[in-house]
């Protein structure tokens, strides 16, 4: 067995309580890898108090509910915190109040946040990450936590089209096909349908993307367009990866005006061009060909859509300079 899993599982023994976290803004993969390793570790040791926490979000609610706690008052907790790299994007814990800390991710590393880290940036997936300990350990299993888990790993591959999709995430796939039953048409259903107004706002997109000679495309979404499509701040992270494939984008990025939390939440993706570290400039980050940021001030999003449009360009001069 891998030999971090060992570790994992002697401190899921080891404490009563545990509390597991994800990043903000969650997206399937961080909230099935929680919401699955929650009911698993309950599933297994019924004793143990454990709360999966983190705002909820109604359009998921599907993969279960999330824990209302105030970790001011737990009894040397032990956390676990999954599909985050930074600090400051955990949702929804006071980091100083927990015992001990483990991180599962696949996220590149950006700093060490925790004293047992299982990190492996070639997984397609955090649910690829917790089906694999499930596997490998004594962790039960049951068709709810295996719904989630195949979700996590659907979204986040996006279908098995990124490049992180292995053997292993097939095998994986298949194990849990297989002995749950899993009604695979109906889980789609859960991901994939959406109003045709998200659609029509996709096009509304496709027909207004400034794309520039370094074949970096973005867009600027604000209230009044959002308003009219009657989508809201998130709707254009749904779309995002439907702007891959295209001939005239090395990467492309969307701002959508979050009123509410008066922030800019950029979206960016990219099929050859680095771009994790640009968006961490702007208090963001994520992986290499796929990251995000929030922005208070306009003039940040002008910026980092500029250099976003240099690092294309670099990534392009490469291209043909090698060939
Ligand atoms: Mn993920």
């Not at 700093?111 to 694999?132: F, H, P, Q, W």
């Not at 992180?164 to 995430?169: C, L, R, S």
């Not at 709707?235 to 001939?247: H, L, P, T, W």
């Amino acid at each position: 067995m891998n030999i971090v899993f060992k570790q994992i599982i002697k401190k899921i023994k080891e404490y009563d309580t545990i509390v597991l976290a994800r990043h903000i803004g969650p997206d399937p993969d961080a909230l099935a890898s929680e919401i699955a390793l929650r009911d698993s570790i309950k599933l297994t040791f019924p004793k143990k108090k454990v709360y999966a926490v983190g705002n909820s979000v109604a359009k998921f609610k599907y993969f279960g509910s999330l824990d209302r706690i105030d970790d001011n008052n737990l009894n040397k907790p032990l956390l676990i915190i999954l599909d985050v790299p930074n600090k400051s994007r955990i949702d929804g814990i006071n980091y100083d109040n927990y015992d001990y800390v483990i991180r599962i991710d696949h996220h590149p590393n950006v700093e060490e946040i925790s004293d047992l880290e299982y990190v492996c940036v070639t997984a397609s997936s955090t649910c690829e990450l917790i089906t694999e300990l499930m596997v490998e350990t004594k962790l039960k299993m049951n068709e709810s936590i295996a719904n989630n888990l195949f979700l996590g790993i659907v979204a986040d591959s996006d279908r098995f089209l990124l490049s992180y999709t292995t053997p292993k995430t097939f095998k994986l796939i298949t194990m849990l096909i297989e002995k749950y039953n899993l009604n695979i048409s109906n889980l789609y259903n859960n991901l994939y349908l959406r109003p045709i107004n998200e659609v029509k706002f996709q096009a509304y997109i496709t027909l207004n993307m400034t794309v520039t000679e370094n074949n970096f495309g973005y867009i600027k979404l604000d209230k009044s367009i959002m308003d009219e499509f009657k989508v809201d701040a998130s709707s254009a992270s749904n779309m995002i990866n439907n702007f891959n494939f295209i001939k005239e984008l090395y990467a492309w990025a969307f701002s959508s005006y979050d009123e509410k939390n008066k922030i800019y939440k950029i979206n960016i993706r990219s099929r050859g061009p680095i771009i994790n570290d640009v968006a961490q400039n702007y208090n963001g980050g994520g992986h290499i060909f796929a990251s995000g940021a929030r922005i208070k001030e306009e003039s940040d999003v002008d910026k980092l859509f500029k250099d976003l449009d240099i690092r294309t360009k670099d990534y392009k001069n490469k291209l043909f300079s090698t060939k």
